[in-house]
């Protein structure tokens, strides 16, 4: 999961130009969130990813709002964050 998270974590940085890495809380948040994407990866080929809030910037606040893909999930996990989850389903 911490692979799909430093994922996450770098389209926030790459988007609001903003390091999250040491917040505790923000990597709470989208932890949840990758646990959420890859469930809906099982039966889908991309998800939205979005968390609100994840911390207030000197511009405003930062959101995350990215679409990620069973491909790139395949890539960032090695091919097992799909395949982790149909152990005792029948994917």
Do not use: W
Request: proline fraction near 1%; include cysteine; aromatic fraction near 2%.
């Amino acid at each position: 999961m911490d692979r799909i998270v430093d994922f996450l974590l770098a389209e926030v940085n790459r988007r609001s130009r903003v390091d999250l890495s040491g917040n505790q809380i923000v990597r709470l948040r989208l932890g949840e969130a990758a646990q959420k994407a890859k469930v809906e990866l099982l039966s889908a080929t991309s998800t939205n990813v979005c968390v609100q809030y994840l911390e207030m910037g000197k511009d405003g606040p930062i959101h995350l709002d990215t679409t990620l893909t069973r491909a790139q999930l395949q890539a960032i996990t090695g091919d097992a964050g799909v395949e982790s989850l149909c152990v005792g389903r029948s994917c």
